[in-house]
């Protein structure tokens, strides 16, 4: 199927006719062949073409950096929200309430406080990540069974102790299963937020190649952030299942 899409992307626009349609233009979609040709330059830094690692790793860092920060801190939040009722009836409305503003909206206020560099990239990334952490974590710190909470309770233990001890497996458990979701949020939300600060990184190659109307410059660069976003993706499920491994064997 691949190598079928692949080839029709090389060989159909060459039918008389079909260039006249920006659908299959060159210009507009490129082509495999323009397309590897590009990718050999980007990371060899050839051509004139600019090389893609210096691009690169600003945009993993701030990516890895926030979904870190942002699993931590908001796992945490979850984990409090979910353990104590009160708390939780009290602050859940306004944790609803900030998710529903988007964070793009956002990105201007964080510029003028830290300005235009990788702090904002990072923040930008902790933005969009805490909040799936936090409401994954929420939702497992409730969903703990009433018997077993019955049972150490039973055996004499505080609500400290219910908390760590019971809920912050399940919550940990449910804020992991969201990783590859998460993972996939913090390279998306650094990207636009250097695209629309003209950070470097990823995003300013894009927005270069954007502006200087170059479609193959473009796919390159969505090549080589799938490429990457595969692998941290691939990462973070070995993590997981290394982390779950008591949860996984319904232990």
Known sequence: MALAFVAAWQFVPRIGGLSEWK???PYFISSPRQ???TLLD???GRNGVPSVWGYLWPTLQASIVGLVTAMGVGGLAGLVLGSFKFVGAVLHPFVVALNAVP??????????????????????????????ALFNAYEGARTVEAHVLQNVQLLGASRWDVMWRVRFSYA????????PVAVSFA?????TGEILTGTSGMGLLILT???????TMTFAVIVVLSVCAL????ISELFRRRALHWWTQGT
Do not use: E
């Open 35 to 37: 397309l590897g040709q």
């Open 231 to 234: 692998l941290l993706l691939w």
């Open 209 to 215: 190649a954007t502006n200087q109307a170059n479609a």
């Open 187 to 191: 390279i998306v939300s650094v990207v």
């Open 103 to 132: 964070r793009v909206a956002l990105i201007p206020i964080v510029i003028v406080l830290f300005g235009s560099g990788l702090l904002t990239s990072v923040i930008v990334a902790f933005m969009v990540v805490f909040f799936v």
């Open 23 to 25: 659908l299959f233009d």
């Open 172 to 179: 940990l458990a449910w804020t992991l299963s969201a990783l």
């Open 42 to 44: 980007l990371l060899s």
